[in-house]
């Protein structure tokens, strides 16, 4: 058995040191032992014969830069698991150079599922950090206590660098301080919550303008607690006036019920009728990808969602060259929260492989992001969405499209083509070409997974599934 010592809880370069030379040396994933040792050198002598792996052995492979990016999360997660799982996806890359891009994998899905905790962790981080004032020796400057659900602190630092450039700062955590001196990031070891102020003058304007914006007509505790989660709210100056706000909701909301009728003038109805249509998440268009996510699970634009377990937004690169916009998320996707991760993921996958395609480097959505189906027994029967369906849920696509900026779009099937198009777009006469999109991205249309699955003849199904590998190449080709 072999020890691999690693400095600190994310010390990604020493992780990767540790595992070319573990790799190289042919030790298999379950032969070492992963540790936190800040002391000492990079191999324990857990063997009474240790190996000796020469650097230059060590160097002589590279791996995928998807891996790279992916393992980088990874790592800032909390789970005593994540190197282990690293060097095992590591260690399987040399006989499966494509596993990366296979999403149904488990050791990829949990890879994937640990890079979205992290992910979720930096956005309520920087949702949920409430700075404090204070003075030191050089002036005043501003405080926060923040309890990362994972270690994101560092990664995250320069994002408030960025918002807050003209003021000193700092964030103390368990984990790590991150500093802003208007200059420089610096990081110093964790703190203790007593080194942080507890409150200041800032604290009842918080709770001023938290007060005015909460519509107890709109309460939904659950969703809010999920968006708000319990562990954030003691360092969140509005969080104290949650339990009384809530008591007094219903309160509230009769006394609205019971005001005497308005009648809204001809133009506020046309305008309440256009923000119904164009602006429901709040009255704001997405500015982010998370935005999008969290949008469309709380979206009531059409009544998809009552039957759903959750919405499934897209998920891939904020940058992504392709985009792949497929019908709706299937009986799976909707359990598990992701698209194409069901067996019409499973042929997308392996058609991908084929035709060379990174999945990790594209981005993969659905027209409508609830599932719609009926229930027969047990079983959850997918349902294709109306043309009405896909109206309402093309703000969300679009909203998506708007922030990736994709220079290519694949629509999977008849929904997605119409969706994107905006026009009913017959597949197989218009698959294997290019097409240009007012967007200025241009366009692929191509089967849908799931259509392929469903062909009864073998034949046809096999020049389907061929088609329809020669389309993903040829959306790679324009998109590169
Ligand atoms: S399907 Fe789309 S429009 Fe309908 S509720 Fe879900 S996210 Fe909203």
Not at 7 to 22: K, N, P, S
Not at 152 to 178: G, H, K, Q, W, Y
Not at 385 to 394: H, I, L, N, Q
């Amino acid at each position: 058995m072999q020890v691999a010592r690693l400095a600190h809880e994310t010390d990604f370069d020493g992780w990767r040191r540790a595992a070319r030379e573990l790799r190289a040396a042919g030790t298999p994933p379950e032969a070492v032992i992963w540790t936190i040792d800040g002391a000492g050198g990079l191999f324990a002598a857990a063997s009474e014969d240790p190996l000796k792996v020469s650097r230059k052995t060590a160097a002589a492979f590279s791996v995928p830069k998807t891996f790279v990016d992916l393992a980088g999360k990874v790592i800032l997660h909390r789970s005593d698991e994540r190197f282990s799982l690293l060097y095992r996806l590591l260690w399987r890359l040399q006989g499966e150079p494509n596993l990366i891009h296979i999403a149904s994998d488990p050791d990829v899905a949990r890879a994937h599922d640990l890079e979205r905790g992290v992910s979720r962790a930096a956005h309520k981080m920087k949702a949920f950090v409430r700075f404090r004032l204070a003075q030191d020796e050089d002036g005043e400057a501003y405080v926060a206590w923040f309890e990362p659900a994972h270690r994101v602190t560092e990664a995250t630092a320069p994002f408030f660098a960025r918002r807050f450039t003209n003021m000193r700062f700092s964030i103390l955590t368990p984990d790590v301080c991150a500093h802003w001196d208007t200059r420089a990031l610096a990081f110093t070891p964790g703190a203790d919550p007593a080194d942080a102020p507890r409150e200041d003058a800032l604290e009842e304007y918080w709770r001023t303008y938290y007060a005015s914006i909460f519509n107890p007509a709109r309460l939904k505790t659950a969703a809010m607690q999920r968006e708000m989660p319990k562990m954030y709210w003691r360092n969140l100056p509005e969080a104290a006036l949650i339990p009384e706000l809530i008591a007094k909701a219903e309160g509230r909301t009769d006394a609205m019920v019971r005001q005497a009728p308005t009648v809204p003038s001809a133009r506020a109805v046309k305008a309440a009728l256009r923000n119904s249509r164009d602006a429901p998440y709040d009255g704001l268009a997405p500015t982010s990808l998370e935005d999008v996510a969290a949008g469309v699970d709380h979206c009531r634009r059409c009544p998809l969602w009552r039957d759903a377990t959750q919405g499934v937004a897209g998920e891939g690169p904020a940058r992504a060259k392709l985009m792949f916009v497929g019908e709706q998320p299937g009986d799976q996707e909707d359990l598990a929260g992701r698209p194409f991760v069901g067996p019409a993921g499973q042929v997308f996958d392996r058609a991908l492989s084929e035709a060379g395609v990174p999945r990790a480097e594209t981005y993969v959505t659905n027209a409508v992001k609830h599932f719609k189906h009926e229930k027969r027994g047990k079983r959850r029967i997918h349902q294709t969405p109306t043309s009405g369906e896909v109206t309402a849920c093309r703000w969300w696509l679009d909203g998506e499209r708007r922030l990736v900026r994709p220079r290519v779009i694949v629509m999977l099937g008849a929904t997605a083509a119409l969706s994107v198009m905006g026009k009913p777009t017959p597949i197989a006469r218009n698959r294997g070409q290019a097409l240009q999109l007012a967007d200025q991205a241009q366009g692929v249309v191509t089967y849908h997974p799931s259509f392929l699955l469903r062909v009864p003849d073998e034949a046809a199904k096999q020049a389907g599934y061929a088609a329809f590998v020669e389309d993903l190449k040829l959306a790679w080709t324009l998109a590169a």
